[in-house]
T-cell receptor
Framework: DGGITQSPKYLFRKEGQNVTLSCEQN?????MYWYRQDPGQGLRLIYY???????QKGDIAEGYSVSREKKESFPLTVTSAQKNPTAFYLC???????????????FGAGTRLSVL | GIQVEQSPPDLILQEGANSTLRCNFS?????LQWFHQNPWGQLINLFY?????KQNGRLSATTVATERYSLLYISSSQTTDSGVYFC????????????WGLGTSLAVNP
């Protein structure tokens, strides 16, 4: 089935540790996104990528890093510089068919990150 | 940047009731989407509706772009409709970034 797979579903981070969240899509979408959601809040954009080997900072990029070496994959690393990483992380993708394409975003099931 | 406001923030319904959720936005948009987030966190796209009216079963949505608002109608609500409903917009600059409202939390009681 086509879709977006995030792993792991739950993740625990120790102080000073970097952790990487996986996001894989088989929808052949060009654009991919990482969002952070805190309890009772909306989604805030961390990073996004519109094409392989290119990505842009979102509104809350500090303490996070990404790579986009393959079209299908957009991993997010939460670094030790992110002092408050406990949150629900959502990955999304959208098609880009050239010109003004519909930016309809499809989401994975999310990763819940907690600090030990 | 564009501001997105959703109302009401919370809503409690009895099963079978109808409801209207509202999304106001502060500038021109070329993309507006409604999403439902279930209690387990999964986000599902309900409508892509930068203008006009669409219907899908018991749900329908209307966006009046000139007046900068969108409405989501839920008829004959069911317990499975519970969750949070988000409105997200993309500004006319076409930078492919969605700006999200804070959502309406809906609880449908049996």
């Amino acid at each position: 089935d086509g879709g977006i797979t995030q792993s792991p579903k739950y993740l625990f981070r120790k102080e000073g540790q970097n952790v990487t969240l996986s996001c894989e899509q088989n929808l052949n979408h060009d654009a991919m996104y990482w969002y952070r959601q805190d309890p009772g809040q909306g989604l805030r954009l961390i990073y996004y990528s519109q094409i392989v080997n290119d990505f842009q900072k979102g509104d809350i990029a500090e303490g996070y890093s990404v790579s986009r070496e393959k079209k299908e994959s957009f991993p997010l690393t939460v670094t030790s510089a992110q002092k408050n990483p406990t949150a629900f992380y959502l990955c999304a993708s959208s098609p880009r068919t050239g010109g003004v394409a519909k930016n309809i975003q499809y989401f994975g099931a999310g990763t819940r990150l907690s600090v030990l | 940047g564009i501001q997105v406001e959703q109302s009401p923030p919370d809503l409690i319904l009895q099963e079978g009731a109808n409801s209207t959720l509202r999304c106001n936005f502060s500038d021109s948009v070329n993309n507006l989407q409604w999403f439902h987030q279930n209690p387990w966190g999964q986000l599902i796209n309900l409508f892509y509706i930068p203008s006009g009216t669409k219907q899908n079963g018991r749900l329908s949505a209307t966006t009046v772009a000139t007046e900068r608002y969108s409405l989501l109608y839920i008829s004959s609500s069911q317990t499975t409709d519970s969750g949070v409903y988000f409105c997200a917009v993309e500004g006319a600059g076409n930078n492919r970034k969605l700006i999200w409202g804070l959502g309406t939390s809906l609880a449908v009681n049996p």
